[in-house]
């Protein structure tokens, strides 16, 4: 409620969401910091400072998204569901920072939503993160992915970038066995959509999966 607070009140001053792409860093350290949770991130460089990109990533518990902002040192806002917009504190941040909304239970308002979206990183460029999966893995297993996402990737011609995901599942389930346990999450090579229209979604979403898969492997 603080940080969202600040938040909220700083993009008032500083509308790119850059301060509060600070503040959401901020906040998923100490989540991770005060949860006394360590993590390693590996394939930093695989990715550049100065550009922006698509990633995608395995969902196996509530702990990815602090994971996710703690470990990609980028301005990043997520595809979220709608539902979340108007919730106190964290919908005000969320849309703050400049996060898509789509309403996945209506298809003519989700093209709407991506057609905003696009809009919207045309005029303020910035790194998305999505969870193509829609919903948490139960058992760990990645499920196949949703396309919505990836297309919104290839109309905007951005890297998609493939991120492994591994531990959250097991920290929740109190499954971790001593003090050395961390979480991980793997950073792929980015890859190409400046060759792919639409009818290659299905294409790109197996190709993504598959280096998620692979990424994500103990």
Do not use: C
């Amino acid at each position: 409620m603080i940080l969202g607070t600040l938040g909220v009140l700083g993009s008032i001053f500083e509308w790119k969401g850059r301060y509060m792409g600070w503040i959401v860093r901020s906040w998923a350290k100490i989540i991770l910091k005060t949860s006394f949770i360590k993590f390693k991130v590996i394939g930093e460089e695989n990715i550049k400072p100065d550009k922006h990109y698509f990633f995608a990533a395995n969902h196996e518990s509530e702990f990815d998204i602090p994971l996710v902002f703690a470990s990609i040192k980028l301005q990043m806002v997520a595809v979220s569901k709608i539902e979340l917009k108007n919730i106190p504190f964290l919908g005000w941040a969320m849309r703050a920072a400049g996060h898509i909304f789509v309403d996945r239970r209506n298809h003519s308002r989700a093209l709407e939503s991506m057609n905003k979206a696009k809009m919207s990183m045309a005029r303020n460029p910035r790194s998305v993160i999505i969870f193509p999966e829609g919903t948490r893995s139960k058992n760990g297993e990645v499920l196949p992915f949703k396309k919505g996402g990836l297309v919104l990737a290839i109309n905007l011609d951005m890297e998609v970038v493939p991120v492994g995901i591994k531990g959250t599942r097991l920290l929740l389930e109190n499954k971790f066995t001593s003090n050395d346990d961390k979480l991980i999450l793997k950073i792929g090579r980015p890859i190409k959509t400046s060759s792919l229209n639409y009818e290659d979604r299905n294409i790109l979403a197996e190709n993504v999966r598959n280096q998620v898969v692979e990424l994500a492997k103990d």
